[in-house]
């Protein structure tokens, strides 16, 4: 399964070098990439939701607080910067960048696009390419939790025009 989950995050801090009971006393200032999980309660397939992107200091305790209603909030990537200031201004340059893919949610959610997991790479390139050209931040690390080997293409077919548009 893709993204890392509750416990396999904390477990990632841990060998980052923070105790597992320290996590929330070492802020993280990351803009990350995550989906909500949800198993069907009837035995159906787990649905997955559109890609969010967002920023967090303490992004364990954001997935905790997001796994309350029985999801599974998974984390698919994150960029690692220097400050809160650095996390805003990547996160707009973000909406920039992936402005075509914005989902509109019905309760008037922001940051959800719909962006494959075989995008997500180029899109956090591009992403990063922009912050640095626009406001001259530069990530101190990118670490990406999902496997598209096992992920089939989607069967979209895209015209060279929208080419120019897509992330």
Same mark, same amino acid.
């Given at each position: 399964?893709? !993204?890392?989950?509750?416990?396999?995050?904390?477990?990632?801090? @841990?060998?980052? !070098?923070?105790?597992?009971?320290?996590?929330?006393?070492?802020?993280?200032?990351?803009?990350?990439?995550?989906?909500?999980?949800?198993?069907?309660?009837?035995? !159906?397939?787990?649905?997955?939701?559109?890609?969010?992107?967002?920023?967090?200091?303490?992004?364990?305790?954001?997935?905790?607080?997001?796994?309350?209603? @029985? @999801?599974?909030?998974?984390?698919?990537?994150?960029?690692?910067?220097?400050?809160?200031?650095?996390?805003?201004?990547?996160?707009?340059?973000?909406?920039?960048?992936?402005?075509?893919?914005?989902?509109?949610?019905?309760?008037?959610?922001?940051?959800?696009?719909?962006?494959?997991?075989?995008?997500?790479?180029?899109?956090?390139?591009?992403?990063?390419?922009?912050?640095?050209?626009?406001?001259?931040?530069?990530?101190?690390?990118?670490?990406?939790?999902?496997?598209?080997?096992?992920?089939?293409?989607?069967?979209?077919?895209?015209?060279?025009?929208?080419?120019?548009?897509?992330?």
């Amino acid at each position: 399964m893709n !993204g890392l989950d509750f416990i396999e995050y904390c477990e990632f801090r @841990g060998r980052k !070098g923070t105790p597992k009971n320290k996590l929330e006393e070492h802020p993280r200032h990351v803009l990350y990439f995550a989906r909500n999980h949800q198993e069907d309660h009837r035995g !159906g397939p787990t649905a997955i939701g559109f890609l969010k992107i967002g920023r967090a200091m303490y992004a364990n305790t954001l997935q905790r607080g997001r796994n309350q209603g @029985g @999801g599974d909030f998974r984390l698919y990537a994150e960029i690692l910067l220097a400050s809160e200031e650095q996390t805003r201004r990547m996160e707009e340059v973000a909406a920039l960048v992936c402005m075509n893919r914005h989902h509109h949610s019905s309760i008037g959610q922001n940051e959800l696009y719909n962006i494959f997991d075989e995008e997500l790479r180029d899109t956090i390139d591009k992403i990063c390419d922009g912050a640095a050209k626009i406001h001259g931040i530069r990530s101190l690390e990118i670490n990406t939790w999902f496997d598209c080997a096992e992920i089939e293409p989607p069967l979209v077919k895209i015209t060279p025009y929208e080419q120019l548009f897509t992330v």
